[in-house]
């Protein structure tokens, strides 16, 4: 074999070792944004708006090790949201649903949302909202 050949090969090999190892590396999570380094890591959460503007989400979880049961939502509008109801509506999971105050009642241009428990579900208590994939807001 050539020499070039050789070297050729030699960097081929080489480029596949680095692509094969980079491959089971990378997760396609992002952290930058409103769904930040710790909310939902390995897993997206698409969200729908109706009727103002929605600048930022804020997830709290009941379970703050493995992050799994969403328990409050923090809604961040554009200012001319000022005194609207906020209704979110969650899904793609299991549990209750969420109360959401209305837009500036304690902090500007902000809804805050709790869990409510399923009340079909007796006998069994849940603290949050597990496998939430999507989140629909309305403001009236």
């Known amino acids: 074999m050539r020499k070039s050949a050789k070297i050729i090969t030699a960097l081929s090999v080489a480029g596949l070792a680095v692509a094969a ?7 396609g999570v992002t952290t930058s944004g409103t769904a930040a380094s710790a909310q939902f890591v390995g ?4 969200q729908a708006v109706s009727g103002a503007t929605l600048t930022t989400v804020g997830y709290g979880f009941f379970d703050t090790t493995t992050k799994n049961q969403v328990n409050t939502i923090t809604l961040t509008f554009a200012a001319d949201a000022a005194g609207k109801a906020v209704a979110a ?6 549990g209750g649903t969420f109360s ?3 837009i500036g ?3 500007a241009n902000v809804s805050d949302c709790t869990f409510v428990e399923d009340p079909a579900t007796t006998g ?3 603290t949050g909202y597990t496998g939430l994939s ?3 807001v309305t403001v009236s």
């Open 134 to 136: 999507s989140l629909a």
């Open 105 to 107: 009642a304690t902090t």
């Open 89 to 94: 509506a969650p899904s793609g999971g299991t």
């Open 43 to 46: 897993g997206t959460v698409s």
């Open 21 to 27: 190892g980079s491959a089971f590396t990378g997760t």
């Open 100 to 102: 959401c105050g209305v």
């Open 124 to 126: 069994v208590t849940e």
